[in-house]
């Protein structure tokens, strides 16, 4: 008989937990998405853990990321975020946000650096005091008309503030 040790239930639960927030498994027919306050939403994939932070969009090719797709990077807290974006094949628009989803800051057309070394130099944002940092496709129309202090809205199975205290007790 086959018995299941303690740790390899916590590995499978934590994989379950960061396929379903990641977006690769939805509950239902429910995505996670960001709205815009014209009403403009993108599908959101997640970037929860250091990893996925550090991956990010790298590697991708514009045609494997539409315009009505971000990257959402969850960080417990606040605390100040500058994004680079090494191995990019396309522009960005990075918006970096506070806990109430406030905008803080926003950098648009931000130009893409395939490749992870310089030259050329590698673009890096700004600093912002942020808890969630958003990247989309630049010129997409979720970012067209977003300014600094706009309010974006988070839809999906579980709620941001539950994904923020679900990666904290990961962590």
Do not use: C
């Amino acid at each position: 008989m086959t018995t299941i040790t303690q740790s390899t239930l916590k590995l499978i639960k934590n994989l379950i937990f960061t396929f379903v927030l990641t977006g690769q498994i939805a509950w239902g027919k429910e995505l996670f998405k960001m709205q815009n306050p014209s009403g403009i939403a993108v599908e959101l994939d997640l970037a929860l853990t250091r990893i996925q932070h550090t991956q990010g969009l790298s590697g991708l090719k514009s045609n494997e990321f539409s315009d009505s797709r971000g990257m959402l990077f969850v960080n417990p807290e606040v605390g100040p975020r500058r994004f680079w974006m090494p191995d990019t094949y396309f522009n960005l628009d990075i918006i970096f946000l506070d806990p109430n989803l406030k905008i803080v800051g926003i950098e648009k057309n931000v130009p893409a650096h395939p490749g992870k070394s310089d030259p050329p130099v590698i673009y890096k944002t700004d600093s912002y005091d942020a808890q969630f940092v958003l990247e989309t496709k630049a010129g997409a129309p979720f970012g067209k008309n977003l300014k600094k202090n706009d309010k974006l809205k988070f839809t999906g199975p579980t709620s941001l503030s539950g994904i923020v205290l679900k990666t904290r007790q990961q962590q």
